[in-house]
């Protein structure tokens, strides 16, 4: 790796750097590495993470105090594995909030929580936004377009929890949001003020089995063609005739604008598991 984050690390800010994992058999399996579960409050403002050999940023442990992890305005891109993974099962524990991920795998792979907001996900070949079993993930103010599958949710296991809302989720390869393992498992998810659309197998799959979901959420939700300026060049503004300015919660933005400098946590506030508020 790069850089290895020890578990005795607390707050501590990269700015700026260029994080190249070179993808050569000299090359780095990871740009970001942190093989214990302690470390807390580690924040990149305005990274470049890329071309890792596995994933661009790795996270590992169960301990509950491994949280408050920050990517903010960084481009994450061209890892092999996934752009952001994290196994460790403790709550609180990424925000990505800003950021550009494209062409990994995974854009994020997470069994904890996850918390993503303002970020454009494209062209990753399996993924946007992989949730792991048990996982939870809140999202605002998301654009996903061209992955293989817009969200994946493992559902084979309790205490899963999905909300997504104000994105736009377009021109996956197959599902906009698919899970898997379904049978048995309570898998709560809402799914609200969002765009689906060009989806190619559809907008939701849910393994063949609903047993245990709940909460199939579709308040306001549109089919829409988003109108980008250009989706062939990952031009994803809106353009003004564009339905994502005003269909999103009391009439707001759905998806994200281009990343801009200075990071921040624009409308994303993390909270505890479960009971977070995502925008005010």
Known sequence: SIINIPDTSDYIR???LVFDGVQTTDGANYCIYAPTDTASGIEFDECEIKDAKINGAFFRGTASSM???RFLGCSIHDNVGSGIRSIHTARGGVVVDNCTIY??????RDNSE??????????NT???IYI???GVLWGTNLTLDGNLEGIIADA?????YIKVTNSVISNSTNYGLKFTKTTGAN??????????YSNGSGIFDDNGSVGGLAEMGSLASITTDPAYTNQGTNNYIPTSSSPLLDSGANSTLIGALPPTAGGGTGGLQQTSSLGGVLQE
């Open 14 to 16: 990269f700015y700026g």
């Open 67 to 69: 949280n408050y992890w």
């Open 103 to 108: 062409n990994n795998a995974y854009g994020s």
């Open 114 to 123: 996850m918390f993503i907001s303002n970020t454009v996900i494209y062209d």
């Open 126 to 128: 399996s993924a946007g």
């Open 132 to 134: 792991g079993k048990g």
């Open 156 to 160: 084979s296991t309790t205490g899963s």
């Open 187 to 196: 898998y709560i998810f809402r799914i609200d003020y969002n765009d689906w």
